[in-house]
C-alpha cells in the first residue's frame, strides 16, 4: 500500500528539514522535481517519476507555484486581462502566469502522479505548499495524497526543546541559569502567541545561531519584530490571492 503525504504550513517551519531527516532516517534518496524547470514536458515529467531510483523519496515542493486552482483559459484583452463570463471579474495577467509558462499540464501533472502511486517500487511521494487553499481539489484528493500534515510554526514547547539543543552544553553557562533563560524564552512566545504572532522554527534557529543564550533571550524583541513583519506579509498575501481570484459579482433584484 502507497500513500501519498502533502506536508503544508507557512514558510520556515520544517516541511523540506523534516523530509529530509525522515529520508536519513530510512536511508531512502531524495530526488527533487522543480515543475517550472525550463523545458520540462508532461512526457519528460511521467518519465522522471516512472525512472526514479527505487528507495526514493520524490519531492515536488512548493506545489502551489507550479499550479494554482485552475482557472477557464480566454482570450487576451488590450490590458493584460482575460476576459471573463459574465457576472465574473476579469482575471489579470499577472494571476495566470505560471499557468502560461508552465508546460506541463495539470492533466500531464495529475497522469504522472497516478503512476507513481501504481508503481510497485519503493517510493514516497512527497508534495510540500506553503497555501494549501490555492491547490486544487483534484491534485490532494485521496488515492493521490492520502496524508495532510500541518507543519507550523514554532510552539514553546518546540522553542524550548530547540533552546535546550543548542545551550544545554554551553561553557559558563549554570543549569539554574539555563533554566531561567529557557523559561523566559517560552514565556516570550506564549505571549506572542496571545498576542498573535508566530516565530518560525528557521527564524529561532538562525536567532541561535548568531547568539549565546544570555544574547539570543535578550534579542527577543529583534526576532519578535521580524516575526510580526512575516505575519503582517503573509496576510497581506493572502488578501492580495483572494482579490486576485474570479469572485462573482453582487446583483441586486429591482
Not at 145 to 162: F, G, M, N, R, Y
Not at 192 to 219: C, K, P, T, W, Y
Request: charged share 25%.
Amino acid at each position: 500500500y502507497r500513500r501519498g503525504y502533502l506536508l503544508h504550513g507557512p514558510p520556515g517551519s520544517g516541511k523540506s528539514s523534516f523530509i529530509q531527516a525522515l529520508a536519513g532516517s530510512l536511508d531512502y534518496n531524495i530526488c527533487v522535481l522543480n515543475l517550472s524547470e525550463r523545458g520540462l514536458t508532461d512526457d519528460k515529467l511521467n518519465h522522471l517519476l516512472a525512472n526514479a531510483p527505487e528507495r526514493s523519496v520524490m519531492l515536488l515542493e512548493d506545489i502551489d507555484a507550479a499550479f494554482s486552482k485552475r482557472t477557464q483559459t480566454g482570450e487576451l484583452g488590450k490590458q493584460g486581462s482575460i476576459r471573463a463570463p459574465s457576472g465574473y471579474r476579469p482575471l489579470t495577467l499577472a494571476f495566470l502566469t505560471h499557468s502560461f509558462n508552465s508546460n506541463v499540464t495539470f492533466s500531464g501533472l495529475l497522469n504522472a502522479l497516478d503512476g507513481v502511486a501504481s508503481s510497485t517500487s519503493q517510493r514516497i511521494l512527497f508534495l510540500t505548499t506553503n497555501h494549501l487553499e490555492r491547490l486544487d481539489p483534484a491534485l490532494i484528493r485521496p488515492g493521490r495524497v492520502d496524508l495532510k500534515e500541518l507543519i507550523d510554526d514554532a510552539t514553546p514547547h518546540q522553542a524550548a526543546e530547540l533552546f535546550t539543543r543548542f545551550y544545554s552544553d554551553e561553557e559558563d553557562l549554570s543549569p539554574e541559569k539555563f533554566a531561567q533563560l529557557r523559561d523566559e524564552l517560552v514565556a516570550h512566545i506564549e505571549e506572542a502567541m496571545q498576542a498573535g504572532s508566530r516565530v518560525s522554527m528557521a527564524a529561532l534557529q538562525g536567532h541561535f545561531i548568531r547568539h549565546n543564550a544570555q544574547e539570543a533571550v535578550d534579542g527577543w524583541p529583534e526576532l519578535r519584530r521580524i516575526a510580526e513583519m512575516e505575519t503582517a506579509a503573509r496576510q497581506d498575501g493572502v488578501e492580495l490571492d483572494r482579490e486576485s481570484r474570479p469572485v462573482r459579482e453582487k446583483k441586486t433584484v429591482p
